[in-house]
Nanobody, 117 residues
Framework: QVQLVESGGGLVQAGGSLRLSCAAS????????MAWFRQAPGKQRDLVAQ???????TYPDSVKGRFTISRDNAKNTVYLQMNSLKPEDTAVYYC???????????WGQGIQVTVSS
């Protein structure tokens, strides 16, 4: 079973930065996309950023220009650099590894990011 372990969350003031990491272990499929989602209390889980095995990235408008996703395929690790953080970025952030075929999502346990105003 693929396991994902997130690290790097915490409390930061508005305008600050954090870097999240997520390491995958186990039988990691060669063809995959890695991504970060977030979920604030009472809200749905939304995509924050994703990166394919070929390093193609996607961001929603809410984080574009502030967040950067990257990956180290040799280490099966994905990173999320978050700059210019806002209070509305406060949420639990989840790492996911998406197996291409058959399609399947593996999830990490989630990590709290809190941005104070």
């Amino acid at each position: 079973q693929v396991q994902l372990v997130e690290s790097g969350g915490g409390l930061v003031q508005a305008g600050g930065s954090l870097r999240l990491s997520c390491a995958a272990s186990g039988p990691v499929p060669t063809s995959n996309t890695m991504a970060w989602f977030r979920q604030a209390p009472g809200k749905q889980r939304d995509l924050v950023a994703q990166i394919t095995s070929g390093a193609r990235t996607t961001y929603p408008d809410s984080v574009k220009g502030r967040f950067t996703i990257s990956r180290d395929n040799a280490k099966n690790t994905v990173y999320l650099q978050m700059n210019s953080l806002k209070p509305e970025d406060t949420a639990v952030y989840y790492c996911t590894l998406i197996r291409t075929f058959p399609n399947y999502y593996y999830w990490g346990q989630g990590i709290q990011v809190t941005v104070s105003s």
